[in-house]
């Protein structure tokens, strides 16, 4: 059994920092009222940025940390679900603008917050039939864009940017991973093209207890596979950066030990398919995150959909 090596992460976010502050301005809100909430105080929005543009910012600084060019990449996956285009995918121009190979297998995917975790696998089972032994795995996303600035409760969650990272499957190395979808659409729901606008229209009650359920099982299960006794046999856990009251739910319930779930979203808000890669790359770089540790993911949102995954770094 293999598993992917995660030979580098990168990260690339938009030049803009918006506060609670300045969002107070235009909306019925206030710092206190949204950090006490959710854990976070600002998040980045694109001004002249696009998805393509963090995900190529992302990508370039994963694949130049991992010493590879673009003659090693043979898949390139996107998770998103605000690509700047329906088609072509971001995939394919990232595939342009990255120099790759036209017999590059290159696709987005959307499993919403999910996204990096469902392209990570499936990146990894794609490899064998790619023409070069490398993946390029992205989550990129431009929330921004499909916002109402008017709902206090859905506009002050969600930020932009992108997260990368390249893979090389490993004979030697073996991980755990679940995943799992509910279809629905009354939880978390993006209108899609039409004469409505888009936006995000979410059940913040409903989405609480969908999340808490799914990472707390998610994590027994892949503790279970593991053989694991306890999640503070474990170097570190990284879950979907979207709620701090959801992850420190969840770590309470699991009697885990201070620092092992980390939190970044006090400085980015919710990135969606990109909140995971982010992190990873802040761990990495803060050198929190080293080889030979053992770290679990989550992902969880729409769709719905969850995804998890247990391996050696």
Not at 89 to 112: K, V
Request: net charge neutral.
């Amino acid at each position: 059994m293999s598993a992917p090596h995660i030979l580098a992460v990168g990260r690339c976010l938009p030049n803009r920092v918006v506060t609670n502050e300045e969002l107070s301005r235009t909306v019925d809100t206030s710092d206190e009222w949204v950090f006490s909430r959710t854990g976070i105080h600002s998040r980045r929005f694109c001004e002249r940025e696009t998805g393509l543009d963090l995900a190529l910012g992302a990508a370039r600084q994963a694949m130049e940390r991992a010493g590879v060019t673009a003659a090693d990449i043979g898949v390139c996956l996107v998770g998103t679900f605000t690509p700047d285009h329906a088609s072509p995918s971001t995939a394919c121009l990232l595939q342009r603008e990255l120099g790759l190979g036209e017999d590059t297998i290159c696709f987005d995917l959307n499993a919403a917050c999910a996204g990096f975790l469902y392209g990570l696998k499936t990146a990894h089972a794609l490899l064998p039939d790619a023409s070069r032994p490398c993946a390029l795995v992205v989550g990129a996303e431009v929330i921004s864009r499909v916002m109402d600035m008017t709902d206090r409760n859905t506009c002050v969650l969600f930020g932009d940017g992108a997260g990368a990272a390249v893979i090389r499957r490993d004979e030697s190395r073996s991980w755990h991973t679940v995943f799992g979808s509910r279809g629905d659409q009354s939880s978390i729901r993006v209108q899609g093209p039409g004469p409505v606008p888009s936006a995000i229209h979410m059940d913040g009650k409903a989405v609480f207890r969908f999340a808490v359920e799914v990472v707390e099982g998610s994590i027994r299960r892949l503790l279970a596979a593991d053989g694991a006794e306890s999640v503070n046999d474990l170097d570190l856990v990284v879950c979907h950066q979207a709620n701090a009251r959801i992850v420190d739910y969840v770590a309470k319930r699991l009697k885990a030990r201070e620092g092992l779930f980390y939190k970044n979203m006090d400085r980015y808000g919710n990135t969606s398919a990109a909140s995971i890669p982010v992190a990873l790359d802040e761990l990495v770089q803060a050198g929190t995150l080293r080889p030979g540790m053992r770290i679990l993911m989550v992902g969880f949102g729409g769709g719905l959909t969850w995804a998890g995954a247990l391996l050696k770094w």
